[in-house]
């Protein structure tokens, strides 16, 4: 899944289409554009990072790269649950300060890829400004059933991004 990163412009809701990695995160089902990741891995040793923000679970050592781990689900303020053998990493391209960085994403598991035509993706409701409602770029709807895409470059964010590269 190496495949290069891409920008979608959500702002006019063109580029929205396409194929998205789905899964699950609690009783929640989210994508993520398929162009950002580039693989996705069984749990592994995470190695803790002291002086990092609590979703920062730590760090992994992949084939010699040093590759931040990102908590979904405590970045999400959702309860905490036992890994099992479905929980897994999704390494994914984000916009740093100096590039592309390489990111980890902890999930309950990882469904399907899948394809979604412009259509039958929804803008994200408005939610008020009170809500942290920005990195989700839209709706999907798959056999009657909604998937909340999200921009994964707002997910990890830019500054986030910046201490994520000085941690690896």
């Known amino acids: 899944m190496g495949a290069a990163a891409q920008a979608v412009d959500i702002s006019s809701g063109q580029g929205m289409g396409g194929k998205y990695l789905t899964f699950a995160l609690g009783a929640e089902e989210y994508g993520i554009i398929i162009t950002k990741v580039r693989e996705i891995i069984g749990i592994m040793e995470i190695t803790a990072v002291p002086h990092t923000p609590d979703f920062i679970k730590?760090?992994?050592?992949?084939?010699?790269?040093?590759?931040?781990?990102?908590?979904?689900?405590?970045?999400?303020?959702?309860e905490l649950k036992p890994y099992d053998d479905r929980t897994c990493i999704i390494v994914v391209d984000v916009v740093g300060p100096s590039g592309m960085v390489q990111v980890g994403m902890l999930v309950d598991s990882v469904s399907e890829v899948v394809n979604m035509a412009a259509q039958d993706i929804e803008s994200p409701p408005d939610f008020g400004a009170?809500?942290?409602?920005?990195?989700?770029?839209?709706?999907?709807?798959?056999?009657?059933?909604?998937?909340?895409?999200?921009?994964?470059?707002?997910?990890?964010?830019?500054?986030?991004?910046?201490?994520?590269?000085?941690?690896?």
């Open 58 to 78: 730590g760090v992994i050592n992949l084939r010699g790269r040093v590759i931040p781990i990102v908590e979904l689900r405590v970045k999400f303020g959702m």
């Open 130 to 168: 009170a809500a942290h409602a920005d990195n989700i770029v839209g709706l999907g709807k798959i056999k009657g059933k909604l998937k909340i895409l999200l921009d994964v470059d707002k997910v990890i964010g830019h500054s986030l991004a910046a201490t994520l590269t000085e941690i690896a």
